[in-house]
């Protein structure tokens, strides 16, 4: 009689892996096996099971090897690192009390401001003196890669500009006046500087400009009276 041999013919398994195709530079890369019911890790033989998390530092290829039944295959896959995109404002880093600025972002395609404003531009008015405000920006590039930076503006107050000298004089007389409280001035009467002598032959007000050394500007109003 003969004997008859079965001999049984196994499949090797099809290994999949799911991974993305790009990471932004810092963000984890989730690569998960399928098709066998083992999985070892070529990268890391000391990793077993489906899943991989890791953060590459630069484009990197995965290899794992899946076994079934006792036949083993193997999937690679090639996964690249993209570059954060290079995020910077621009604007005004000095304003007066009062006044506003344009701040603009670059460097990526779509922009979400810490005001919770959307776009590229945005005006701002801080009110703050004597202190800085600080205005940041998230930049997402066509790669869905975000970045961030932040854009410090500082506040300067009002000059406190004064006029001193008569309020009343007689008719005819000279009347000297001085600005206070700034670094320049210029008066309605032309004049510049800080002092001024005028005759008073009627009632008249006496305006004055003054600037500062961060060029912010004020002004102050006053009446002499003839007596």
Do not use: M
């Amino acid at each position: 009689a003969k004997n008859k041999i079965t001999v049984s013919v196994k499949p090797y398994p099809v290994i999949n892996i799911n991974a993305p195709k790009y990471v932004c530079f810092g963000d984890k890369a989730i690569l998960e096996a399928s098709g066998a019911n083992s999985y070892i890790w070529q990268n890391d033989e000391t990793l077993t099971g489906k899943r991989l998390t890791e953060t590459p530092e630069k484009g990197k290829s995965y290899s794992v090897k899946g076994t079934s039944n006792g036949c083993t295959s193997e999937a690679n896959v090639y996964v690249d690192v993209n570059p954060l995109p290079y995020v910077w404002i621009t604007g005004e880093e000095s304003l007066c009390y009062g006044d506003n600025t344009t701040l603009s972002a670059n460097g990526a395609t779509t922009y979400l401001w810490s005001t919770r404003q959307l776009g590229e531009h945005i005006t701002v008015t801080p009110t703050d003196t004597f202190k800085t405000t600080a205005y940041s920006v998230i930049g997402t590039d066509a790669f869905g890669c975000k970045n961030t930076d932040t854009f410090n503006i500082t506040v300067h107050p009002l000059p406190n500009v004064r006029i001193l000298g008569d309020n009343a004089t007689c008719n005819g007389d000279a009347t000297h006046l001085e600005a206070i409280g700034a670094k320049e001035y210029i008066w309605n009467t032309s004049e510049q500087g800080a002092h001024i002598y005028t005759i008073i032959t009627a009632n008249k007000t006496f305006t004055v400009e003054g600037t500062d050394e961060y060029g912010c500007k004020n002004t102050f109003d006053k009446t002499v009276t003839r007596k």
